[in-house]
């Protein structure tokens, strides 16, 4: 095996390609209702996605003819295998089959990464693997809401949902068996979603943006909105870069000079952090402190909204759309607060 002759993903097979395209489109589809297909049918259900990755790469392997290219990424990962089995097998005395039974998942998915990296997809096959996963979140969404308004022994056994303890019953699961594994494929849904809209002017609808966001909420995943939150946090710093543009090229066309106009545009930032730090001060001082901070606040959103958004949508668009927009609003927002 070689690092550096492998074939280029032009001389690849067409129909190698295709196989490794429908097998993404198959697993984002069938991943996420493995569980209860495997309760429904048979236990071997589950290994369906290694059946076909082995063959997958099998093939590959085959069409290479067997000049596999190494990277770095592989070392690390066998180095991590080999740390992960000296720490379960030698040192914590746990036997080679709980290695293997906790390994296999994360293995078999890196030999997919391994072979699908070399295929040079692009655009093209991202978009359909991301409508794929939206697709897949919308029934989720949907027995997220039955799970959550009804009873969770809807969807899980007697046994499954009597042994959860009281936060974790209130937390929707959907068709997982862990939030966390859920609200993690939430927030993978979500940043495909902005990166083809990003990438490839491929839009997503807001009810779709909605409908994942709540899902999310739901779940009540603390590490997934995490991930999300930083990359808001992100994706604002990157927002807020035309908005300094718009603050300084008019100060210095107007013949004011550039440090100048830079040091005035960043100060215009100064009551955002002010702001912030009053808020912060003023809910650590109590109930009463908390409350007056959040009703001012409120009412200063409130007055951006009325005074401003509202009027300035109805001027730009005169129709009842602003009208319904802002009802749909409202109604997501006391649905968010209900569950």
């Given amino acids: 095996m070689k ?24 697993l984002c589809l069938f ?50 295998e080999a740390v992960a089995f000296v720490s379960t097998v030698f040192i914590n005395d746990l036997g080679i089959g709980l ?42 969404f949907v027995l997220g809401v039955i799970e ?6 809807i969807l899980f056994d007697t046994d499954f949902a009597s042994g959860l303890d009281r936060i974790n019953y209130a937390r ?24 083809i809209w990003y990438l490839a002017d491929k839009k997503t609808p807001l009810w779709l943006y909605c409908t994942l966001a709540v899902s999310l909420y739901m779940t009540m995943s603390r590490s997934s909105m995490a991930i999300l939150a930083l990359v808001l946090a992100v994706l604002i710093g990157l927002h807020n870069i035309p908005e300094g ?8 066309s107007g013949g004011m ?10 100060l215009s930032g100064v009551p955002t952090m002010m702001g912030a730090l009053l808020g912060f001060l003023l809910g650590e001082i109590g109930p ?24 300035q949508a109805f001027i730009m668009y005169r129709s009842k759309l602003p009208a319904f927009s802002a009802i749909i609003g409202i109604l997501v927002g006391l649905f968010i607060i209900y569950v």
């Avoid at 690092?3 to 489109?25: T, V, Y």
């Avoid at 099998?58 to 990277?71: K, P, Q």
């Avoid at 959550?148 to 022994?153: E, L, P, R």
């Avoid at 000079?257 to 960043?266: D, E």
Wanted: glycine share 6%; hydrophobic share 55%; proline share 5%.
């Fill in 245 to 252: 543009m718009a603050v300084s090229v008019p100060l210095i």
């Fill in 31 to 80: 991943i996420p209702f493995r569980t209860p297909l495997s309760d429904l049918t048979f236990s071997g259900v589950k290994a369906i996605p290694d059946v076909l990755i082995v063959c997958l790469a099998a093939w590959y392997a085959v069409a290479v003819r067997f000049r596999l290219r190494f990277t770095i990424h592989d070392v690390l990962f066998l180095a991590f």
């Fill in 99 to 140: 290695f293997l039974y906790q390994t296999r998942a994360i293995g078999i998915y890196y030999v997919l990464y391994f072979v699908l990296r070399n295929f040079g997809f692009g655009q093209k096959e991202l978009v359909p693997i991301t409508r794929t996963l939206q697709a897949a979140s919308v029934p989720l």
């Fill in 148 to 153: 959550k308004v009804f009873s969770k022994c």
């Fill in 288 to 311: 009463l402190g908390l409350a007056l901070s959040l009703g001012f606040a409120s009412g200063a959103m409130l007055y951006v909204v009325f005074g401003e958004i509202l009027p």
């Fill in 257 to 266: 000079g550039r440090i100048k106009a830079v040091l005035i545009t960043a």
């Fill in 172 to 195: 929707v699961y959907s068709m997982f068996y862990n939030p966390n594994t859920y609200g993690l494929f939430l927030v993978f849904t979500i940043l495909l979603s902005l990166a």
């Fill in 3 to 26: 690092l550096s002759r492998s074939l280029e993903p032009q001389q690849l097979p067409a129909s190698l390609k295709k196989a490794g395209l429908a097998l993404l489109i198959f």
